[in-house]
């Protein structure tokens, strides 16, 4: 393990370097995550200078393996908690546990990680005269009354249940946006992201879609909990990306929130009859109560996306099932190889 001496020695010398470049410098939070390693690729692609900061918590290495010899590509191994001084055009800040089972293993860390993680990053913007996007989630809307979900809904929102401190830390963070945009003039851009899935989720990450693909592979019987007529709707990774990229790249007067997800609603037993279909698996479908303060309807409303971003999602559920069943086919058979190595 690294001294703090050590690693300011070497942030020193990654802003020396970085300052000498003419591409923009971007820092990516949470890099080593889902979303922030397809973030840092396609920032790559386009001839920037990236940061991966993460704490590894939920973020694995492996994601961001491939990247390490590229000469544009940085990784710190850091909690946004703690402040950071880098020199940076702009941050997207996607640090933070987004699965249930991740963010209620330590509700007051997540809660950190929102609020005072999204105020040290903001501070850096506003010294580093920064472009910030803040991935917010479609769960500020809560357990919503209103469908599909509009920008300007306000959300029905348990502040003491245990999704609270995700759902309230995201609504917080946003606040803190607005107010370093209307005080310090800080550029803020607010992504509020529906449920979105596809290679690099975790096997254990506990969203469904991950849960029914791993269980169906491996000839589980897969839950759902309620009786499955609850609905989301289903954004693949790369448009998410994609959305980001025209968020970020958006005139400063657009600050959002703004909605990023796929229109198009699915219920739960039909996803993981889906998921059946297209593994062949022999999987039962069992049924289980549905937990405290789970939405019954999650759908967004991407008028606005599409008026001022041209943005919207191109991806099918099928198409977008199918890469997914791969990665996690190639994921568990290279686990099974290695037991077989160890037995």
């Given at each position: 393990m690294r001294c703090p001496h050590?690693?300011?020695?070497?942030?020193?010398?990654l802003n020396t370097m970085l300052a000498n470049?003419?591409?923009?410098?971007?820092?990516?939070?949470?890099?080593?995550?889902?979303?922030?390693?397809?973030?840092?690729?396609?920032?790559?692609?386009?001839?920037?200078?990236?940061?991966?900061?993460?704490?590894?918590?939920?973020g694995l290495r492996r994601n961001i393996e491939h990247l390490t010899d590229t000469e544009h590509f940085s990784f710190i191994k850091h909690d946004i908690v703690t402040p950071i001084?880098?020199?940076?055009?702009?941050?997207?800040?996607?640090?933070?546990?987004?699965?249930?089972?991740?963010?209620?293993?330590?509700?007051?860390?997540?809660?950190?990680?929102?609020?005072?993680?999204?105020?040290?990053?903001l501070e850096l913007a506003r010294r580093r005269n920064a472009r910030f996007l803040q991935a917010s989630t479609s769960e500020?809307?809560?357990?919503?009354?209103v469908h599909p979900q509009v920008e300007g809904y306000w959300g029905n929102v348990n502040p003491f249940g245990p999704r609270a401190c995700y759902d309230e830390g995201k609504r917080c963070a946003e606040t803190l946006c607005f107010d370093y945009h209307q005080?310090?003039?800080?550029?803020?851009?607010?992504?509020?992201?529906?449920?979105?899935?596809?290679?690099r989720m975790r096997p254990d990450d506990g969203r469904v879609v991950s849960n029914f693909i791993v269980q169906a592979l491996k000839g589980d019987d897969i839950t759902i909990y309620g009786d499955g007529s609850q609905t989301r709707s289903f954004c693949f990774v790369d448009d998410l990306i994609d959305g980001f990229l025209?968020?970020?790249?958006?005139?400063?007067?657009?600050?959002?929130?703004?909605?990023?997800?796929?229109?198009?609603?699915?219920?739960?037993?039909?996803?993981?009859?889906?998921?059946?279909?297209?593994?062949?698996?022999?999987?039962?479908?069992?049924n289980h109560p549905l937990p405290t303060d789970d939405p019954r309807q999650r759908c967004p409303n991407i008028s606005l996306a599409m008026r001022e971003l041209g943005w919207q999602p191109r991806v099918t559920l099928f198409e977008g099932l199918g890469r997914t069943i791969r990665h996690f086919d190639g994921l568990l058979a290279n686990?099974?190889?290695?037991?077989?190595?160890?037995?």
């Open positions: 050590e690693v300011l020695i070497a942030i020193r010398g470049l003419g591409s923009k410098r971007i820092l990516v939070t949470g890099g080593a995550g889902f979303l922030g390693s397809h973030l840092c690729e396609a920032l790559l692609r386009s001839g920037h200078h990236v940061i991966c900061l993460d704490n590894l918590s939920t001084a880098l020199e940076v055009d702009q941050i997207f800040n996607l640090a933070c546990p987004a699965s249930p089972p991740h963010y209620q293993a330590d509700p007051i860390h997540t809660t950190k990680t929102s609020v005072l993680g999204s105020l040290n990053l500020v809307y809560g357990d919503p009354n005080r310090h003039g800080v550029e803020v851009k607010i992504a509020r992201i529906f449920n979105t899935y596809g290679p025209c968020l970020m790249a958006s005139p400063a007067s657009f600050t959002g929130p703004v909605n990023l997800g796929n229109p198009c609603e699915f219920a739960i037993g039909e996803l993981a009859e889906q998921v059946i279909e297209l593994t062949g698996s022999r999987s039962r479908i069992v686990a099974a190889s290695k037991l077989v190595e160890v037995a």
